[in-house]
């Protein structure tokens, strides 16, 4: 998607939210040990820049990450050149045979993805009918 997270939201994206990235790889890291998951292929939605990526490449992974920016990807590439990336929407994306599919943030909220077409079957709560 060209509108959206070009090179100036990439960056901020990149060094603003790294610390969530960062700390959220070792939980995952640890979920996938405890599952006797040690290997494979890791697909990673909305990958961002590559932070996690690169820690999953670092613990002999494999990691295809899907990012609809193509300034995001562009960083991720450069970061983590061991691994694939691909700029598509995480809605059409043709996920493979995997060890695990993760997402770290809240891409799937992205309306302005047009790729994004889920229904909400509930009728959100307005303030009058929360007391």
């Avoid at 979920?31 to 961002?48: A, F, M, R, T, Y």
């Avoid at 820049?49 to 590439?77: M, N, P, Q």
């Amino acid at each position: 998607m060209k509108d959206y997270y070009k090179e100036d939201l990439a960056y901020i994206h990149d060094i603003g939210y790294s610390d969530y990235a960062l700390k959220s790889a070792p939980e995952i890291l640890n979920l996938l040990s405890q599952n006797n998951i040690k290997e494979g292929l890791i697909v990673d939605l909305d990958c961002g820049s590559g932070l996690s990526a690169l820690e999953f490449t670092k613990a002999h992974y494999r990691v295809l990450g899907v990012d609809i920016s193509e300034s995001l990807i562009a960083i991720t590439r450069i970061r983590v050149p061991d691994a694939e990336f691909r700029v598509e929407s995480i809605f059409k994306v043709d996920i493979p045979s995997c060890n695990a599919v993760i997402s770290i943030g809240e891409c799937f909220n992205y309306l302005f993805d047009a790729d994004n077409n889920v229904k909400f079957w509930f009728k959100p709560l307005s303030a009058s009918t929360m007391h």
